[in-house]
């Protein structure tokens, strides 16, 4: 209990700066929203004690709509420390107590997943972000997992990529996020959804839980982008990516000795 008040006291000391800043990023239309979100989700993780490692990294130069699983609350703030990205979270994740302000400042599109017809509106949002030369992250999956595999790629989405003006080649990267250790040890299939966040579990149990646990490791992993335009099957590409996603996490999970880089 100690902790987890340590942890709140700490939490609501500095999150008002952070909507303070936010407040008057978007007042008086000042730069710095990416960089502050950065900085809030490393002292988040920090605080969570949640240990990111990186292999490879997120596409630069070109637009990139990044493809990744889906496990847990955390991934928001874990995928926020490493560097600027938007994200395309489902509707719930704007409640999230410890996450809305990244979503807030990263410029999150939300989709609420019971209404399929405003898919072309939020391909429309993905597409503007696009255009700014943005890496956007899609959790492709349309829901979360229970960290221990990779479901079916939806590839509704993807079309966003059809919206961007066709001047700015745009880059489809597969993305994968694997809770491997807790406390140093090896989580296992059957410790992993103690960090998993899905279903119908409720946020406030589950965060204090994971809270009490101790230090966990992370590792993200970066796959090689490709190329995509209007040509482009969106269906094969999202399965091919789909199956890279998945090799990808299986490796994490086995938790190689890969060379690795915390986050810099």
Request: net charge positive.
């Amino acid at each position: 209990m100690l902790r987890l008040a340590a942890v709140l006291v700490v939490f609501f000391t500095m999150t008002p700066v952070f909507v303070v800043s936010v407040w008057l990023i978007e007042t008086f239309r000042l730069a710095g929203r990416r960089a502050l979100a950065k900085h809030y989700s490393r002292a988040l993780c920090a605080l969570l004690r949640v240990r990111v490692r990186v292999i490879g990294a997120p596409a630069q130069g070109q637009p990139a709509l990044i493809l990744c699983n889906h496990v847990s609350w955390l991934d928001i703030p874990v995928l926020a420390s490493i560097g600027p990205v938007a994200f395309v979270a489902k509707r719930e994740v704007s409640g999230y107590p410890v996450v809305w302000v990244i979503a807030k400042l990263m410029r999150t599109v939300f989709v609420d997943r019971t209404r399929r017809h405003q898919t072309p509106e939020v391909n429309a949002a993905i597409a503007e972000r696009l255009s700014e030369g943005h890496p956007v992250v899609l959790f492709a999956e349309g829901t979360s997992s229970d960290g221990n595999r990779v479901l079916e790629f939806r590839s509704a989405l993807i079309g966003a990529v059809a919206q961007v003006d066709p001047a700015h080649a745009v880059l489809l990267q597969p993305a994968s996020i694997g809770y491997t250790r807790i406390q140093g040890i090896p989580m296992g299939r059957q410790h992993r959804p103690l960090v998993a966040w899905y279903g119908d579990l409720d946020f406030t149990p589950h965060f204090k839980e994971f809270v009490r646990r101790g230090v966990v490791d992370v590792t993200v992993t970066f796959g090689t982008a490709v190329p995509y335009d209007r040509n482009t099957d969106r269906k094969s590409a999202a399965r091919s990516i789909e199956d890279t996603v998945r090799d990808l996490t299986a490796g994490a999970l086995r938790d190689r000795k890969t060379e690795m880089r915390m986050a810099a």
